[in-house]
């Protein structure tokens, strides 16, 4: 079946300008997550979703980073005014989730490079 | 606060030699632990998970994983490497309460031929 996919896969933006970035989840899977993968921070958790809600918040690092989902599918995380320390690769993850069990594994995406000039 | 450590940057072996990648965890509560492997301008890839149960979890591709509570390690284990096995390695951990995933630094796995 057809796997995480996200939008665009690169994406060159200039100091202070406003990106989007898309993913669509695994058909069926409630849980939605944003991730940030940079060479020196690492794996940083963004957000998470179950559902349209955003119940964990606690990664993004700035009110310049919002993120919404519809439908309890596509995702889209936007980065207002961007800076050059927001250059990363973006991830996202979705994953089955219930409400008594924890531990499913999350399936990402294939990531978007974000890059400010 | 709960915390992944790979102490290794790097591991080089070669094929068909056994291949360990490390990782220790610091967690309240039951972990979730998880092992994903990254190929170059790729997205993180499951390899297997220990939730609860047997310690030894076998998972993709002929990796193995022992979870051992009282050392809070969760090792990735290969008995013969393949050349194609070379790509960065990431153990993953989560907890009862918390769906996000906190990841450790990576290892680079190199198989030589």
């Known amino acids: 079946g057809a796997g995480v996919s996200q939008s665009p896969s690169n994406k060159v933006t200039e100091k202070g300008k406003d990106v989007e970035l898309r993913c669509d989840p695994i058909?069926?899977?409630?849980?939605l997550y944003w991730y940030r993968q940079s060479l020196g921070q690492g794996l940083e958790f963004l957000i998470y979703f179950q559902g349209n809600s955003a119940p964990d918040k606690s990664g993004l690092p700035s009110d310049r980073f919002s993120a919404e989902r519809t439908g309890g599918s596509v995702s889209t995380l936007t980065i207002q005014r961007t800076q050059q320390e927001d250059s990363a690769v973006y991830l996202c993850a979705s994953s089955l989730a219930g409400t008594t069990g924890y531990g499913y594994e999350q399936y990402f995406g294939p990531g978007t490079r974000l890059t400010v000039t | 606060a709960q915390s992944v450590a790979q102490p290794e940057d790097q591991v080089n072996v070669a094929e068909g030699n056994p291949l360990t990648v490390k990782c220790t965890y610091s967690?309240?509560?039951?972990?979730?632990l998880f092992w994903y492997v990254q190929y170059p301008n790729r997205g993180l890839q499951f390899l297997l998970k220990?939730?609860?149960?047997?310690?030894l979890v076998k998972g993709s591709y002929g990796f193995e994983a022992e979870f051992n509570k009282s050392q809070t390690s969760f090792h990735l284990k290969k008995p013969s490497a393949l050349v194609s096995d070379s790509a960065l390695y990431f153990c993953?951990?989560?907890?009862?309460?918390?769906?996000?995933?906190?990841f450790g630094a990576g290892t680079t796995v190199t198989v030589r031929a």
């Open positions: 967690v309240s509560g039951n972990p979730y």
């Open positions: 058909s069926g899977h409630t849980a």
């Open positions: 220990y939730i609860t149960g047997d310690n």
């Open positions: 993953a951990l989560s907890r009862t309460g918390d769906y996000k995933l906190s």
